[in-house]
């Protein structure tokens, strides 16, 4: 059984923001970044805090402002500077928000950025503005920083290729955030640092030939998500990222996002009363043999969420004292020759 180290929800903060400060990020940069990662772990992702590890190996070459490049009342693409993902996906769903307030839709993309983290914890924002919201995020991978094979194919060719969907009710949201991968790099990276295997059906080595050792998967390839639909899935929403002007092989995360304002189409307050007339007619539906209970989606977050903020998380111990080490200024050797954050090396 691995080692862990328990702690509570904001010494959890306080070692993110301390490991993130020394990777000469703009200011405020640092927290941004850490409540995102320390949502992620508290509901349940254990990559949340050990994907700073994997910043550590490459930090953002940028940290500038971003810059609009071109602008309508409905859309927008902005150019991320070179920033991480984390922090441009924040500020471009913060924008199509705003326009979507305005103009009741807004089409906002985002390029020259970093890994963008969980799509759930933007489009948060969208269902507190009481709007629809839709996200994806792609890397346009070059040689080298594949992660995805597709169905039927033995060698990486796509990203994890996440989307998101979040729909306000008048209670709380409902999303479904989901990669179209079997495994996230995040977690793979995760297996790596922790020593775990993978289960089979997740990774092929670099000659095709299904593995359970995440070494071998981080410089082969994991499989598409879903079978032929799940490959179906990962191609086009690869597809709609170059609508943020990035090029095929160029190595290039893009993020786009679609807020919707359901006052649009007819009165807000009824639209949300039917969202959550459906949610209810979905939980109380009768469960299947072994089920207790049927779910929407981002119940279970929001039930892990709750029992972290009270009980606190547990790290891997590998992983809490390279953190611990990074907090004081000691950079992290790589758990894998390679491994990168920025899209210009297989860290996606």
Do not use: C
């Amino acid at each position: 059984m691995t080692a862990t180290v328990h702690l509570g929800v904001a010494d959890a903060y306080q070692l993110a923001v301390a490991a993130l400060a020394q990777l000469d990020m703009a200011a405020g940069d640092a927290e941004r970044i850490a409540r995102h990662l320390l949502d992620s772990q508290l509901r349940g992702d254990a990559t949340g805090l050990a994907r700073i590890l994997l910043l550590a190996q490459n930090p953002a070459a940028g940290g500038g402002a971003a810059e609009l490049i071109t602008e309508s009342p409905t859309t927008a693409l902005i150019d991320g500077n070179g920033n991480y993902g984390f922090v441009a996906a924040e500020d471009a769903t913060a924008l199509a928000i705003a326009k979507a307030r305005t103009a009741g839709v807004a089409v906002v993309g985002v390029n020259n950025h970093s890994f963008t983290g969980s799509l759930s914890y933007y489009l948060r924002a969208v269902t507190e503005a009481n709007m629809v919201g839709i996200a994806l995020s792609t890397l346009h991978a070059a040689e080298g920083n594949a992660r995805v094979a597709p169905y039927g194919g033995a060698s990486a060719v796509m990203s994890t290729n996440p989307l998101a969907i979040a729909v306000p009710t008048e209670d709380d949201p409902i999303i479904w955030d989901a990669s179209t991968a079997t495994m996230n790099g995040g977690r793979l990276m995760y297996h790596i640092e922790a020593g775990r295997d993978l289960d089979d059906g997740i990774g092929l080595d670099r000659d095709g030939n299904p593995t359970r050792d995440p070494k071998a998967a981080w410089t082969g390839a994991v499989r598409a998500w879903g079978g032929h639909r799940g490959s179906g899935l990962a191609v086009m929403l690869q597809l709609l990222g170059l609508l943020a002007d990035v090029d095929v092989h160029s190595g290039e995360f893009a993020y786009l996002v679609i807020v919707i304002d359901p006052a649009a189409f007819g009165d807000p307050d009824r639209f949300r009363r039917r969202a959550s007339r459906f949610a209810e007619v979905v939980r109380s539906s009768p469960p299947a043999a072994g089920f207790d209970r049927v779910r929407m989606p981002y119940d279970g977050s929001r039930e892990r969420l709750a029992a972290s903020e009270r009980d606190g998380v547990d790290l891997p111990r590998d992983i809490f004292d390279r953190l611990t080490a990074l907090s004081r200024g000691q950079r992290p050797e790589p758990a894998i020759a390679g491994a990168r954050a920025d899209g210009k090396g297989p860290g996606a």
